[in-house]
């Protein structure tokens, strides 16, 4: 248990600091895999902790509707000058509370309701704010879809099909075109996408929820000055708190800050403002640099690993973050649903996923979804990826066998016990 992250709450609430402490105690005796996760620092925790939580501040710096955002202006200045020179970006807004605000934003302020966007399918790895149909982006917007091209023997397949995006864009004439994925293991050209959207007349938006921490670290292109605007998530590899951020150039500032305020939110949460400002400057780091290129190095070591314990690897390789497994090359008759579930008996943390063409639902898939920013951030380098695909390939060689989930369970324990990322908390 914790005693520095739970504080006062093991006294005036020991129910909450008992399931916080279990908490803890999860992520740092588990293997946290999921692509979309990290380990924020203790900085970053102490930042959501305080008392800006407490601040009302509706508006933005300078024109607030409510008195006392003296503190409130300075942080959310401070955030938005970091993350501005961070990306090169001329305008910046650190409000949106999740990644899934940002992008609805996007759309209401550039979109009128009705309007056609073009963006990634979600079984090929685009996102539900990319036009599902269960979310309010697909019920508002007409979305029309590309996805990646066929699998071939080559691995040289299964990447965006910029010729389909093309074709859609001159016979849909969208009003926005969406470039980003959530489940894609290869970098994104943002160029392709403007001379399309310049083509076509159409607004460029780039979804980096994903890569963003790469492109900070310099190991992915930045899309910032390429498309009109730019969405991403803060809590994926940019490894600040859970929230989103938009940047643009100024000719569109206006309509994406009166999309997020008063469109689509009232207060802002000015106590993840100010974790938001403390991660931008971590990713500003030399270090952070060092970090992008250990994430790249240990996804390729798992990548190579895990293809030869005989799982095929989505697009043939990755240049990201993530690994994407098709689990029918290794036992046809594996659903994603029960390799996951065997997984997290073993103590290994990551989410099954559609593949591409994928046969089964969403619900059950042929896939899995890995990733590797949480356990760099924790320390892991190549010889442990090595490591934890022997110990995937047995956890999956041996589904039904509790005995040996158990052992595998035991060895995950002590592996993560050499690699703590709170090693400072109790
Ligand atoms: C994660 C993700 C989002 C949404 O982020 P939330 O913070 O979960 O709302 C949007 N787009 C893409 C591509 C993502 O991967």
Do not use: W
């Not at 508006?59 to 000058?81: C, S």
Request: aromatic share 6%; charged share 25%.
């Amino acid at each position: 248990m914790s005693v520095e992250m739970t504080g006062p709450l093991l006294s005036s609430d020991p129910e909450v600091a008992r399931i916080l402490g279990d908490e803890l105690d999860r992520q740092r005796t588990t293997l946290q895999l999921i692509a979309s996760e990290n380990f924020t620092s203790p900085s970053v925790i102490a930042a959501t902790a305080s008392v800006l939580t407490n601040k009302y501040s509706e508006g933005y710096p300078g024109r607030r509707y409510y008195g006392g955002n003296i503190f409130a202006d300075e942080v959310e200045d401070l955030a938005r000058e970091r993350v501005k020179a961070l990306f090169g970006a001329e305008h910046a807004n650190v409000q949106p509370h999740a990644g899934a605000s940002a992008n609805l934003a996007v759309y209401l302020g550039l979109a009128e309701a009705g309007d056609t966007i073009l963006a990634m399918r979600l079984d090929q790895g685009g996102h539900l704010t990319h036009g599902s149909p269960v979310s309010i982006t697909g019920k508002t917007y007409r979305f029309v879809s590309y996805g990646v091209t066929p699998a071939n023997e080559e691995g040289t397949g299964e990447r965006i099909d910029l010729d389909l995006v093309r074709d859609l864009a001159r016979r849909e004439r969208p009003r926005i075109i969406v470039a980003g994925t959530t489940a894609y293991a290869r970098i994104i050209d943002p160029k392709p996408y403007r001379e399309i959207a310049d083509e076509v007349g159409a607004i460029f938006m780039f979804d980096a929820a994903h890569p963003a921490g790469l492109i900070a670290g310099g190991v992915h292109p930045n899309p910032v000055g390429v498309a009109d605007v730019v969405t991403f998530t803060t809590h994926k590899t940019l490894r600040g708190p859970r929230g989103g951020a938009i940047l643009c150039n100024q000719e569109h500032a206006k309509a994406i800050d009166g999309a997020i305020f008063p469109g689509l939110q009232g207060g802002p949460l000015e106590h993840v403002i100010a974790a938001k400002a403390v991660a931008f400057r971590e990713a500003s780091q030399p270090e952070f640099r060092d970090y992008a290129q250990r994430v790249l190095e240990n996804a390729r070591a798992l990548a190579d690993a895990l293809s030869k314990e005989g799982f095929r690897l989505v697009t043939g390789g990755t240049e990201n973050h993530q690994v994407i497994l098709d689990l029918r090359s290794f036992d046809e008759g594996l659903t994603g649903k029960v390799a996951q579930e065997a997984l997290d008996r073993a103590g290994i943390t990551c989410n099954r996923n559609q593949i591409p063409d994928d046969p089964r639902s969403p619900f059950v898939t042929s896939g899995l979804r890995l990733g590797t920013p949480a356990e760099t951030t924790a320390g892991m380098g190549v010889n442990e990826m090595a490591t934890i695909a022997k110990l995937m390939g047995r956890v999956l060689r041996n589904v039904e066998d509790e005995g040996e989930l158990a052992r595998v369970r035991e060895e995950v324990r002590g592996l993560c016990q050499a690699f703590d990322p709170y090693p400072d908390t109790k």
